[in-house]
């Protein structure tokens, strides 16, 4: 009994659990197998102890990371900041000093009559001259006027200027040599081929308008009777088109001829952009029964419309152009490669309160107009001489009808010419009654998406505050149309909730007001803009230069008059680039 009491007591676990016998040498195996490729009790190590548990991170509570939130906005951060990265400074280069004379405003120019018979408006009143020894915008390069002025010693002694007539108006330096032009410049006429001219304001933001009003064109009852020649050739008949047109947009063609431009035609009331016609259309509502639907933003799915047809543009019509962007804050995000349709939302003009964004306007980055110019004289008046944007390889196949593969531009398109914007269109106006849509999702413009000729030496990427849409107008053999910037225009718009005015209905008696990116402007107003424009970054180039030189150490004060001092120290070129010849080859070119 007590054997079996001890048997079994044996069975039961103790308290402290038994030794382990420590392995012994002579049970390792003499040879190493798969299984145990280390007999050698020595050389066998210990296994490795586990990793230290990594520490959590301590994090704040949802409700006391908000109140943080909401405190630290108005409290200075103890780091500090990082500050903003400041644009570079424009070019500067030696050049002499201005004379006496060149501190004279800038002198009338020289227009000459047409030989040997002289052209006039069709109702015999009003002449149209030819400019003549003016600097046109050509072969790379753009003119702008300027004058001396001894306020700006630092910036080389020049300053923006321009020439009569003042106001808004056809450019007489930035259309083709063939055009003519009344005395306020806004009826032109050219007897060539198809020829293009641009207005002297740019449309970058906004809702702007102009009209134009066809005086030579197609008859306006029935259809053009044929002419000849003194040899018996049948004479070709005049014709007008009206557009926008950027800046690489060619002189010698007429509006529309590349991706560069957006048209509309005198004949048959169409659409021409990339030198294919298209139609203008009506969108229609939501479920509406029609012949043809087109793919509308912002989805891009079809829509109904309606086409306009069997219209033409005849002597005495007007047709208001109207052109809408979106803000420039979009359109950089658009360029920059930035842009996403889902947070993005909306044409950009909306309040930081509305919208909610941390950035509304896109002031991350410096919003710096950089103008690389240089001032060269020219048949007795001054010039500043720059390089102009130039079309890109994208945007010549963009522009190809030949056998290429179909390019969609898009607002995220790898390339950046190619990148279109979002919540813009052109709208077609005809005496004062609007026709319909030209043309949607306009192509970007904003650099990088224009960029000047870099084999020139230019330094790509910069905004010289005049890239954007120009009221374009071109004519064909005799064609005569005169525009409209306004204020007060012929037939304005009927459409009682878009006027030229700052107030919208909302509901039946409310209204509110308009902001200004939405408001339907006259592309006049941005004349006077544009000159504050002017003023304010030739001060700003001033101070630039000011600091640059020393600040107030500065020792090229002027002595007894006007061009008694020191010259500019000696400036900053482009080491063999723009410097070399700049203002020299003004006038092998002309």
Same mark, same amino acid.
């Given at each position: 009994?007590?054997?079996?009491?001890?048997?079994?007591? $044996?069975?039961?676990?103790?308290?402290?659990?038994?030794?382990?016998?420590?392995?012994?040498?002579?049970?390792?195996?003499?040879?190493?197998?798969?299984?145990?490729?280390?007999?050698?009790?020595?050389?066998r190590?210990?296994?490795a102890?586990?990793?230290?548990?990594?520490?959590?991170?301590?994090?704040?509570?949802?409700?006391?990371?908000?109140?943080?939130?909401?405190?630290?906005?108005s409290?200075?951060?103890?780091?500090?900041?990082?500050?903003?990265?400041?644009a570079?400074?424009?070019?500067? !280069?030696?050049?002499?000093?201005?004379?006496?004379?060149?501190?004279?405003?800038?002198?009338?120019?020289?227009?000459?009559?047409?030989?040997?018979?002289?052209?006039?408006?069709?109702?015999?009143?009003?002449?149209?001259? *030819?400019?003549?020894?003016?600097?046109?915008?050509?072969?790379?390069?753009?003119?702008?006027?300027?004058?001396?002025?001894?306020?700006?010693?630092h /910036?080389?002694?020049?300053?923006?200027?321009?020439?009569?007539?003042?106001?808004?108006?056809m450019?007489?330096?930035?259309?083709?040599?063939?055009?003519?032009?009344?005395?306020?410049?806004?009826?032109?006429?050219?007897?060539?081929?198809?020829?293009?001219?641009?207005?002297?304001?740019?449309?970058?933001?906004?809702?702007?308008?102009?009209?134009?009003?066809?005086?030579?064109?197609?008859? /306006?009852?029935?259809?053009?009777?044929?002419?000849?020649?003194?040899?018996?050739?049948?004479?070709?008949?005049?014709?007008?088109?009206?557009?926008?047109?950027?800046?690489?947009?060619?002189?010698?063609?007429?509006?529309?001829?590349?991706?560069?431009?957006?048209?509309?035609?005198?004949?048959?009331?169409?659409?021409?952009?990339?030198?294919?016609?298209? *139609?203008?259309? *009506?969108?229609?509502?939501?479920?509406?029964?029609?012949?043809?639907? /087109?793919?509308?933003?912002?989805?891009?799915?079809?829509?109904?419309?309606?086409?306009?047809?069997?219209m033409?543009?005849?002597?005495?019509?007007v047709?208001?152009?109207?052109?809408?962007l979106?803000?420039? $804050?979009?359109?950089?995000?658009?360029?920059?490669?930035?842009?996403?349709?889902?947070?993005?939302?909306?044409?950009?003009?909306?309040?930081?309160?509305?919208?909610?964004s *941390?950035?509304?306007?896109?002031?991350?980055?410096p919003?710096?107009?950089?103008?690389?110019?240089?001032?060269?004289?020219?048949?007795?008046?001054?010039?500043?001489?720059?390089?102009?944007?130039?079309?890109?390889?994208?945007?010549?196949?963009?522009?190809?009808?030949?056998p290429?593969? /179909?390019?969609?531009?898009?607002?995220?398109?790898?390339?950046?010419?190619?990148?279109?914007?979002?919540?813009?269109?052109?709208?077609?106006?005809?005496?004062?009654?609007?026709?319909?849509?030209?043309?949607?999702?306009?192509?970007? !413009?904003?650099?990088?998406?224009?960029?000047?000729?870099?084999?020139?030496?230019?330094?790509?990427?910069?905004?010289?505050?005049?890239?954007?849409?120009?009221?374009?107008?071109?004519?064909?053999?005799?064609?005569?149309?005169?525009?409209?910037?306004?204020?007060?225009?012929?037939?304005?718009p009927?459409?009682?909730?878009?006027?030229?005015?700052?107030?919208e209905?909302?509901?039946?008696?409310?209204?509110?007001?308009?902001?200004?990116?939405?408001?339907?402007?006259?592309?006049?107003?941005?004349?006077?803009?544009?000159?504050?424009?002017?003023?304010?970054?030739?001060?700003?180039?001033?101070?630039?230069?000011?600091?640059?030189?020393?600040?107030?150490?500065?020792?090229?004060?002027?002595?007894?008059?006007?061009?008694?001092?020191?010259?500019?120290?000696?400036?900053?070129g482009?080491?063999?680039?723009?410097?070399?010849?700049?203002?020299?080859?003004?006038?092998?070119?002309?």
């Amino acid at each position: 009994m007590a054997e079996l009491q001890q048997h079994s007591r $044996s069975n039961t676990p103790s308290l402290a659990p038994p030794l382990r016998r420590p392995l012994e040498e002579d049970h390792a195996p003499a040879v190493s197998s798969p299984l145990n490729p280390n007999p050698d009790p020595a050389a066998r190590s210990r296994p490795a102890r586990a990793p230290p548990r990594e520490q959590r991170e301590k994090r704040d509570t949802l409700k006391k990371r908000e109140a943080s939130a909401n405190t630290r906005g108005s409290t200075p951060n103890p780091k500090g900041k990082p500050e903003r990265p400041s644009a570079p400074s424009p070019m500067r !280069f030696s050049i002499p000093e201005p004379k006496l004379p060149d501190y004279d405003a800038p002198k009338d120019g020289i227009f000459a009559s047409h030989e040997p018979n002289p052209i006039f408006t069709p109702d015999g009143e009003i002449e149209l001259k *030819k400019p003549v020894d003016h600097a046109w915008n050509k072969k790379g390069y753009r003119y702008t006027h300027c004058v001396a002025d001894p306020h700006f010693r630092h /910036k080389q002694f020049y300053r923006q200027s321009d020439s009569r007539p003042f106001g808004p108006r056809m450019s007489h330096e930035d259309c083709d040599k063939w055009f003519h032009f009344d005395d306020s410049a806004t009826i032109i006429t050219n007897e060539k081929g198809w020829r293009m001219g641009r207005g002297n304001v740019v449309a970058r933001e906004g809702r702007l308008y102009y009209e134009v009003k066809i005086l030579r064109g197609i008859p /306006k009852e029935g259809p053009a009777m044929p002419t000849f020649t003194e040899a018996g050739q049948r004479s070709a008949q005049p014709h007008v088109r009206m557009g926008w047109a950027r800046r690489e947009a060619p002189l010698d063609a007429p509006v529309g001829f590349d991706g560069y431009s957006y048209a509309v035609t005198d004949l048959r009331f169409e659409t021409m952009h990339r030198s294919r016609a298209s *139609k203008i259309y *009506k969108p229609l509502p939501k479920g509406a029964k029609s012949k043809h639907a /087109k793919s509308r933003p912002p989805h891009g799915k079809l829509s109904p419309v309606e086409y306009i047809t069997d219209m033409d543009v005849r002597e005495g019509d007007v047709i208001g152009l109207e052109i809408q962007l979106p803000s420039l $804050s979009l359109h950089r995000k658009v360029v920059e490669g930035i842009y996403n349709p889902a947070v993005d939302i909306g044409d950009g003009f909306d309040s930081a309160s509305s919208s909610g964004s *941390k950035d509304p306007l896109n002031m991350e980055k410096p919003i710096d107009i950089i103008r690389d110019r240089i001032p060269v004289p020219y048949k007795g008046n001054f010039y500043f001489e720059q390089l102009e944007y130039v079309a890109t390889k994208p945007m010549e196949s963009y522009s190809d009808r030949g056998p290429t593969p /179909k390019i969609t531009p898009s607002p995220n398109h790898e390339d950046p010419s190619l990148r279109s914007l979002p919540h813009s269109s052109i709208k077609v106006y005809k005496n004062g009654k609007e026709i319909g849509i030209a043309f949607e999702n306009l192509l970007a !413009f904003l650099p990088p998406a224009s960029a000047p000729s870099a084999q020139a030496g230019a330094r790509v990427g910069f905004d010289d505050g005049q890239v954007g849409y120009f009221p374009a107008v071109a004519a064909f053999c005799g064609g005569v149309a005169q525009v409209n910037f306004g204020p007060d225009f012929w037939c304005p718009p009927e459409d009682a909730s878009n006027p030229l005015n700052d107030v919208e209905m909302v509901g039946n008696d409310a209204t509110a007001t308009i902001s200004e990116g939405r408001r339907l402007r006259a592309i006049g107003e941005k004349y006077k803009e544009q000159i504050a424009e002017d003023v304010v970054w030739d001060i700003i180039d001033e101070v630039d230069f000011f600091m640059q030189d020393g600040g107030w150490e500065y020792k090229g004060e002027m002595e007894n008059g006007i061009g008694a001092g020191k010259a500019t120290p000696t400036a900053r070129g482009m080491g063999g680039g723009l410097d070399d010849g700049v203002g020299v080859e003004v006038g092998r070119r002309y």
